[in-house]
């Protein structure tokens, strides 16, 4: 019960602080510094549980402000922290609301059974290519006997190649947009496709 409670207090302070200052925080980001690096840190942790600014457009105003090297560090460090923090919400906090929501996806049941069989392999593959919605990838690995290290470090690799191109064409948007929105287009096309031939595959 304790446990619960604590839980709810921290989703409390993350949907207030997110839904009621998201304009000022937005506004602190884009002024640059020490204060701004944080507060983007933030951002990206508080986009994990609720996507109230789009990831992609928030990692692009990072990498826009910060540029694409810090940007990358910038926006993966917020993003672990709340890709962790899902994580462990999911499997000490809200277990039984964590299973619930699961029901909604019955398909995910057969990734269950492989994820305790390969979690590193499987959680990876599906940050690098996402088959199944990342909040359900971190519920799942919440509820399974997954190791938080084997998660962190899988979820870490397989969101590097996203935040980058990301952070990649934010640093150059204002000054070739066309270039930028071709860099993401085209990752976009190449996750479609694999996923596509996933699906062809599986079928097959």
Not at 38 to 59: D, E, G, N, Q, R
Not at 166 to 183: E, Q, R, T, V
Request: net charge positive; with cysteine.
């Amino acid at each position: 019960m304790f446990k619960r409670i604590v839980s709810l207090c921290i989703l409390l302070i993350i949907i207030s602080v997110g839904f009621l200052q998201k304009d000022e925080l937005l506004h602190l980001v884009n002024q640059g510094g020490t204060l701004s690096i944080i507060i983007s840190m933030m951002l990206v942790a508080i986009c994990v549980f609720f996507p109230i600014i789009p990831f992609p457009v928030l990692a692009g105003i990072i990498g826009g402000v910060f540029g694409a090297t810090q940007g990358v560090f910038i926006s993966l460090a917020g993003a672990m922290v709340g890709t962790m923090g899902f994580f462990l919400l999911s499997r000490y906090g809200f277990r039984d609301l964590a299973e619930e929501k699961l029901i909604k996806y019955p398909k995910v049941r057969e990734y269950e059974e492989f994820l305790n069989r390969n979690s590193f392999a499987a959680i990876l593959t599906c940050r690098l290519i996402p088959i199944i919605p990342a909040p359900v990838v971190n519920i799942i690995c919440g509820l399974s006997r997954v190791k938080w290290l084997t998660f962190f470090i899988a979820s870490t690799l397989g969101k590097i190649p996203n935040i980058l191109i990301l952070s990649y064409a934010g640093s150059i948007f204002s000054s070739n947009k066309l270039y930028s929105f071709g860099i993401y287009g085209c990752y976009l096309l190449l996750i479609f496709l694999i996923y596509f031939v996933i699906i062809y595959r599986r079928k097959a």
